[in-house]
């Protein structure tokens, strides 16, 4: 009925008022602009919840390394640490947690059509990164011709000793390409493009027919080390796994569905 969740979170709420000042404050903060409801509502919620028969889904949102995995492990799972923690923001799938009668995981694929979508994403963001470097290139070229006065000196200097000035320009160039573009909504598809070429299973799952698996374990930590192949950092088939559904014979997911969502930044 949910009160493991809401011991944890009375655990939780008896830490920080144990504190004064910013942490305080900024829970305060976060409980207003969240719009978090007490632990006594949030019972009672969960009560009318059981009574209808229906799931509380519970979204844990955060930014990039804000510890969203560990504090579901700290929850759920008795601070052990069963939940991979995913390659990059970028190529996090998102992962629905929720309880079953066995301890067992569904993984959804991306099909043909979503690598392609992809790829054109990924050829879009080569020309795009192109596009920028080359300015960037000509605005420090452009930059270090006025800095030595004139343009023959300059091009004197590149021939006498080109790594010492084409070689320094090329590299900041990259650099503030690489930068700018650290956000741009095409950078998740070149990563995760990338490491679909890198892991070489590319053409097998171009030619897969099925794209949903079931995986079974016997326990948590068999399921845990299952995961780690395809929402885990170094998991080979990572970087095509779209979603994962996991199911856990856990009293305290009775009732409830998390959804563990990529970094938000």
């Known amino acids: 009925m949910g009160e493991h969740l809401i011991e944890r979170l009375a655990a939780l709420e008896e830490i920080i008022s144990k504190y004064d000042g910013f942490v305080a404050g900024e829970a ?6 969240l719009n978090i409801v007490p632990i006594e509502a949030l019972r009672e919620q969960f009560q009318n919840l059981a009574e209808e028969k229906r799931l509380l889904n519970i979204g844990i949102i955060g930014r990039v390394k804000a510890g969203k995995s560990s504090l579901l492990n700290s929850v759920f799972f008795e601070g052990m ?32 059509q979503d690598i392609n979508h992809i790829r054109q994403e990924y050829k879009n963001y080569e020309a795009l990164h192109e596009k920028i470097f080359q300015q960037k290139k000509q ?5 270090a011709r006025k800095l030595n006065g004139l343009e023959q000196d300059v091009r004197r200097q590149l021939s006498e000793n080109p790594s010492s000035q084409s070689g320094g320009i090329e590299e900041k160039a990259l650099r503030q390409t690489t930068q700018e573009l650290k956000n741009h909504a095409l950078a998740a598809s070149f990563d995760l493009y990338a490491r ?18 079931h995986i079974i374990a016997d326990n948590m930590e068999g399921l845990k080390d ?11 088939l990572m970087p095509f796994t779209k979603s994962v559904r996991i199911t856990l014979s856990l009293d305290s997911l009775r009732n409830i569905q998390v959804v563990d969502t990529p970094g938000i930044n």
Not at 197 to 213: A, H
């Open 28 to 33: 305060a903060r976060i409980r207003q602009d």
């Open 139 to 143: 605005e420090l070229e452009e930059k």
């Open 81 to 112: 640490d069963i939940l991979p923690k995913a390659a990059t923001p970028m190529t996090a799938s998102l992962t629905i947690i929720t309880y079953g009668e066995n301890f067992s995981a569904t993984v959804d694929y991306f099909t043909p």
């Open 226 to 236: 299952k995961l780690g192949d395809y929402i885990g950092s170094e998991g080979i």
């Open 196 to 213: 679909m070429k890198q892991s070489g299973k590319l053409e097998e799952m171009l030619d897969r027919e099925e794209f949903e698996q």
